[in-house]
């Protein structure tokens, strides 16, 4: 599969909890974490998302917020991955930054320099990377 989406994560579908438009989908990441998305009832039908099922989760580097110093603060975004910046690579207009999690996994942030600047950014240093669950896209093997 060749797309723009920078994280790509597959895992099994842990859990299906349907709504009357919306369904949470719960996936079980390869590395043991668990990722929620929020996609339609139509989505989890012509996807055929069952419990134990394959699938791809897919957010795209723009969609991810990077936290630094939680502050004791909770937040109402459903996956939150706690790691260490393993790379930093600063742009004309942005900064790629690729948070390493404790199983292996990474997740990829895009942010300014700004953003950079004021969270302190740089490799090795705590950081937790944000999704909010309407942002995860789910994909299933053809």
Sequence with gaps: MKISARNQFRGKVARVTPGAVNAEVAVALAGGEEMVAVVTNESVNSLNLRD???VVALVKASSVLVMTDDSGLRLSARNSFKGKVTALETGPIH????????????VH????HAACDALGLAE???ATAVIKAPQVILGVPA
Aim: aromatic letters at 0%; zero cysteines.
């Design 109 to 112: 942030a895009t942010v300014t």
């Design 52 to 54: 134990g099922g394959e």
């Design 95 to 106: 900064a790629a930054v690729t948070i390493g999690l404790p199983s292996g996994e990474a």
């Design 124 to 126: 090795g240093v705590p």
